[in-house]
């Protein structure tokens, strides 16, 4: 299968948003396409904030989001926090999320980042299993506060 893997463009969002309704979060529900463009539109005005799909032949087969930040601390090296990942049902487990973290880990390297972190729900083990096969290692506790 040929793999071609870029920033994604408005034109990619109702392909996002279905892959998202896979996920199982939010009861399989996604936003309505004008939410989704609207809230696309805010995230390109950020610096290195970006939405980024995988495709073949043309068709939306994964998907994740990468935010590069600056920061003060670490001597202004830059680190990137990477969400929303997601790969077609009917195609894990053929190398694609590999070649979509390879694509990310190259750009936060070519940013110059000091690191990538993201979080993952605890119930998914298989996720798990992936990201620690590809060198990703566990590191302290993810915390948050709900405002729902």
């Known amino acids: ?30 936003l309505s396409p004008d939410a989704a463009s609207c809230i696309y539109s805010k995230m390109k005005s950020y610096p290195d904030y970006g939405i980024h799909v995988a495709l073949s032949e043309d068709r939306v087969i994964g998907t994740f989001a990468l935010l590069i930040m600056d920061n003060l601390g670490h001597l ?25 973290m390879e694509y990310a880990n190259n750009l936060c390297r070519q940013k110059g980042c000091y690191k990538m972190s993201f979080s993952s729900n605890i119930n998914r083990e298989a996720a798990h299993s992936f990201y620690e096969s590809l060198g990703f290692r566990k590191h302290g506790y993810s915390f948050y506060v709900s405002y729902e």
């Open 1 to 30: 299968m040929d793999i071609t893997l870029r920033e994604a463009n408005e034109g990619d969002l109702p392909a996002v948003l279905s892959l998202y309704g896979q996920l199982g979060q939010d009861d399989g529900s996604v």
């Open 76 to 100: 202004g090296t830059p680190s990137a926090i990477l969400e929303d990942v997601v790969v077609a049902e009917e195609l894990r487990g053929h190398g694609i999320g590999k070649l979509m």
